[in-house]
């Protein structure tokens, strides 16, 4: 193999700080410097030194165009690219980008989603420039990453309410580390890595199913023979052209700046993770978009398709995004690393304890951030983490808050582990701390992980409701503690952190999160169980959850209502896409399938018995018979889907609508999808137009 040389390939493409140092005056350096580290706005000459720097650095790696890169409400990126060309009187041509266009753009913005804050007349939103992620070349354009805000101000983007939610973060986290004794610290970022879950298949198979194409999920297939029970795939070897395929990636990712760092085979066939080194969630965010994006095209270049829906295939495992969140601070300290001091203890468990409350008083919110039509397949269906939101925390650290919450003295506590906040925390191994792999929010060591996010979602949806909820929790304990006198901080804080973990134990929970007795337990617990999108968004408008949004200026009212009604609106739209599909493909492929074997059948029957009367046709008449049956249930069942889905359309109310389309249509697709099963089981594949559940897991070379 080609010798490959990372240090220079990587980030190669991206406008970061080393570039910058390199080509910006001394001055105007700073100046970037100081509007990303304290968002201060950047003057217009130093915009336009900035913008001509860009635009040379870009012509170099081969761009003719600029675009501002956006996420809008629909959970993708949005691009829309102009050239540098500049013509003068005289027909020549110059290359010019200028501080205005690199810091504002107006893109025409009617036909995003805007949940109605936008009149439809005025469609204007303007885009823009986020500094704190780096710009970057990719495909002959220089990417500007950007947020995205009508001209009333109002965010109808992602970017915008996670920077808000991460400087709500920054400034309670700052302010408690300030209280507990370390004024050094000037910021908190919150720091994330996604492990990102997909498939690939065979790009000819994808294409010849016009479910994966068109709702990038099979919507019918029986199962093959072998599924995932063999447990031969996880960490397995990788196939030549799948290996060849993460080689790839990795470089193009490299190349962006994008830390990708392991890879290995997951669970079920034919499905494979990504992890990147962890990095400051805006970042993440936008490098984990970048990573969907990248894996796409290359494997398309790879002559496969990257599946990335949450359950492309029934009856194997789904697949997930675990977005590992901490924070850190400036002075580069984890604030969610068990310390070695009493000190550090107190504070690691401080701001432990203020998780847990958060993702306790929160977990509507948290279960409604990563709610989709996908990942309703996945929580709560016995591979993923159940809808109930849960935490687990490890046994070790499970008794030592117990003891806190006991108000255990440090001479009760010694046989349980510790003693608190006078001596030391037991030292927390990985292995003790990242054994359940069922809870969908685990304590891993130094980091929580959150596991339901599905595999096609922002990160920036789970991110901004951990940290204000987290954020909310800080302010909530700082402000108790407030006018305690400096000798009694010790005592006050203990008293206070066992006061909130009686409130809020009942989210802890070490057992199986996968076992059937759980979801009742935890009922009677009093925890969430919220099963679908349409049991989920009401969460997203309830009383305490806007009370926290606009205590926090994430979200006002109207863009609390755009969210809501656009997610509810999605998943509407995204079942009815599927609904339609299945429709067309029982059309256009089920019944021909079903008929042209069952006729040959009927003229094999036919022409043993011209042979002669004798012989048994049992096999033929008996199998034509079955498939009569799957025939006259798919028959039935396509009146009904296609019926009830005119109904579906009619409804205006967008949850009721939502609930219709779980309730009916989702139904009738299971009860047909039976039928059509069951039949496909039965017809040689060469009769079908379409490749097999088979033929798609296990082709791969
Ligand atoms: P695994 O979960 O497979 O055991 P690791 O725990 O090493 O693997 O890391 C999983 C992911 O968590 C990686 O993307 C890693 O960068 C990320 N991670 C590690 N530390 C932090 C942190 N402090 N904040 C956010 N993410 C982190
Ligand atoms: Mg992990």
């Not at 001394?26 to 000459?45: P, Q, S």
């Not at 009370?547 to 999605?570: D, G, T, V």
């Not at 047909?672 to 559940?693: G, M």
Request: charged residues 25%.
């Amino acid at each position: 193999m080609e010798q490959i040389n990372v240090p220079e390939i990587y980030g190669s493409m991206v406008f970061n700080d080393k570039v910058m140092k390199e080509r910006l005056p001394k001055d105007v350096y700073k100046a970037v410097r100081k509007t990303i580290d304290n968002g201060t706005t950047l003057e217009l000459t130093v915009a336009n030194t900035v913008a001509a720097t860009m635009k040379e650095w870009a012509i170099e790696r081969g761009a003719t165009h600029f675009t501002h890169w956006f996420q809008p409400m629909t959970g993708l990126t949005a691009e829309k690219h102009d050239s540098f060309i500049n013509p003068d009187e005289k027909g020549n041509i110059i290359m010019n980008f200028s501080g205005k266009e690199l810091v504002k753009g107006e893109p025409d913005a009617s036909s995003f989603p805007s949940g109605g804050i936008r009149a439809t007349f005025e469609a204007r939103g303007y885009t823009a420039w986020d500094p704190s992620s780096p710009a970057f070349v990719k495909d002959g354009s220089l990417y500007i990453p950007t947020a995205f805000c009508s001209y009333t101000g109002e965010s109808l983007d992602k970017k915008t309410p996670l920077l808000r939610s991460m400087d709500a973060l920054n400034h309670e986290a700052v302010h408690m580390l300030h209280f507990l004794g370390k004024p050094d610290v000037k910021h908190v970022d919150t720091t994330i890595g996604s492990e990102q879950e997909y498939f690939l298949i065979d790009k000819d198979m994808y294409l010849s199913r016009k479910d994966l194409v068109l709702t990038g999920r099979t919507l019918f297939g029986a199962p093959a023979p072998k599924g995932q029970e063999m447990e031969d795939h996880y960490f397995g070897v990788l196939k030549p052209r799948v290996s060849e395929f993460m080689h790839d990636l990795d470089q193009e990712l490299w190349k962006l700046g994008v830390p990708a760092k392991t890879k290995h085979n997951e669970v079920a066939p034919a499905q494979h993770e990504l992890a990147p080194v962890f990095e400051m969630s805006n970042i993440a965010v936008d490098h984990n978009q970048l990573t969907m994006e990248i894996m796409k095209k290359v494997a398309d270049r790879h002559n496969m398709a990257c599946l990335l829906h949450e359950k492309p295939f029934d009856g194997v495992n789904g697949s997930g995004k675990h977005v590992n969140w901490s924070m850190g601070t400036d002075t580069g300290e984890n604030l969610l690393e068990p310390g070695t001091t009493p000190a550090e203890n107190t504070q690691f468990l401080v701001f432990l304890v203020a998780v847990i409350a958060a993702v306790d008083k929160y977990a509507d919110l948290m279960r409604a951030s990563v709610a989709t039509a996908g990942n309703d397949h996945r929580l709560g269906a016995n591979e993923a983490p159940p809808a109930v939101v849960s935490i687990f925390v490890g046994d070790e650290l499970a008794q030592i808050l117990d003891a806190i919450e006991k108000g255990q003295t440090p001479e009760d506590a010694k046989h349980t582990l510790m003693d608190i906040g006078a001596k030391v925390l037991p030292t927390l191994t990985k292995d003790t701390t990242d054994r359940n792999r069922t809870s969908p929010f685990a304590f891993t060591g130094n980091k929580f992980e959150f596991r339901m996010p599905g595999s096609s979602v922002s990160v920036a949806d789970p991110a901004i409701i951990l940290n204000t909820a987290v954020a909310d929790s800080l302010r909530e304990i700082r402000k108790s503690l407030e006018g305690t006198p400096k000798d009694q901080l010790e005592t006050a804080i203990m008293a206070h952190l066992q006061a909130l973990l009686k409130e809020h134990h009942k989210i802890l929970f070490n057992g199986n999160g996968y076992a059937e007795d759980w979801v009742e337990k935890a009922e009677a617990r009093g925890l969430y169980n919220l099963k679908s999108v349409p049991d989920a968004m009401p969460a997203f408008i309830a009383e305490k959850n806007v009370a926290l949004f606009e205590k926090f200026h994430i979200y006002n009212a109207s863009e609390i209502q755009a969210r809501y009604e656009i997610n509810l609106e999605n998943y509407a739209k995204a079942i009815h896409i599927e609904s339609l599909t299945m429709q067309d493909m029982i059309k256009k492929d089920v019944r021909s399938a079903l008929v042209s074997y069952s006729s040959d059948l009927a003229d094999e029957a036919l022409a043993k018995k011209e042979l002669s009367k004798d012989i048994d046709t049992d096999m033929e008449t008996e199998l034509v018979d079955e498939l009569a049956k799957d025939g006259s249930g798919i028959t039935s069942g396509l009146k009904k889907l296609a019926k009830d889905t005119k109904t579906a359309e009619g409804e205006t109310d967008s949850l009721k609508k939502a609930r219709y389309y779980h309730d009916v249509i989702l139904q009738d697709m299971a009860d047909v999808r039976s039928y059509i099963d069951a039949a496909e089981a039965e017809i040689p594949s060469d009769y079908l137009n379409y490749p097999t559940y088979e033929e798609m897991m296990f082709s791969l070379r």
